[in-house]
T-cell receptor
Framework: NAGVTQTPKFQVLKTGQSMTLQCAQD?????MSWYRQDPGMGLRLIHY???????DQGEVPNGYNVSRSTTEDFPLRLLSAAPSQTSVYFC????????????FGSGTRLTVV | EDKVVQSPLSLVVHEGDTVTLNCSYE??????LLWYKQEKKAPTFLFML????IEKKSGRLSSILDKKELFSILNITATQTGDSAVYLC???????????FGTGTSLTVIP
């Protein structure tokens, strides 16, 4: 089925560990982004990309890296996990930079202990 | 400070009621306003608004934008239990690459 696929769905990390959250879309969307969602804080933009080879920082980029080597994939790397990074992470993609038809993945629930 | 403020934070209504959700915003270079519905999973897209005074409608849901007063409303008529969700408002500004979400309005519809 077409859409945005995120893996894993759940993950528990120890403080200081690193990991990569995977995101893939098969809709040929140019625009991809990563959000984190915390209670009372809403969705906050971490990093985004407007095409292969182009990435930029969002509102809360510290502690995260991204790369966009292909149109389809946009992985998010946690360099050294901290308890403050416990959150639900969503990947999203769109044809339009203005957000029309923004498709979200099903989310990754990450707990850092 | 918050760029997007939604009210009320939560709402409980009975089936058949009409509800109005509010979203006010403050950005320097407005591009578009978006509404999403989030049940216990990923947000799903409802509307994108770019022009004042033009109502977008989809079934029992409708939304309108006022760029002068910097707010939008989402109306749901004849509510059903399936409308229970968190409704998110987001603003795209500048080039449209940066999005700012409100914290959402949690709607519960009681049978």
């Amino acid at each position: 089925n077409a859409g945005v696929t995120q893996t894993p769905k759940f993950q528990v990390l120890k403080t200081g560990q690193s990991m990569t959250l995977q995101c893939a879309q098969d809709m040929n969307h140019e625009y991809m982004s990563w959000y984190r969602q915390d209670p009372g804080m809403g969705l906050r933009l971490i990093h985004y990309s407007v095409g292969a080879g182009i990435t930029d920082q969002g509102e809360v980029p510290n502690g995260y890296n991204v790369s966009r080597s292909t149109t389809e994939d946009f992985p998010l790397r946690l360099l050294s996990a901290a308890p403050s990074q416990t959150s639900v992470y969503f990947c999203a993609s769109s044809y339009f930079r203005g957000g029309g038809g923004y498709t979200f993945g099903s989310g990754t629930r990450l707990t850092v202990v | 400070e918050d760029k997007v403020v939604q009210s009320p934070l939560s709402l409980v209504v009975h089936e058949g009621d009409t509800v109005t959700l509010n979203c006010s915003y403050e950005v320097t270079n407005f591009r578009s306003l978006l509404w999403y519905k989030q049940e216990k999973k990923a947000p799903t897209f409802l509307f994108m608004l770019t022009s004042s005074g033009i109502e977008k409608k989809s079934g029992r849901l409708s939304s309108i934008l006022d760029k002068k007063e910097l707010f939008s409303i989402l109306n749901i008529t004849a509510t059903q239990t399936g409308d229970s969700a968190v409704y998110l408002c987001a603003i795209a500004e500048g080039t449209g690459n940066q999005f700012y979400f409100g914290t959402g309005t949690s709607l519960t519809v009681i049978p």
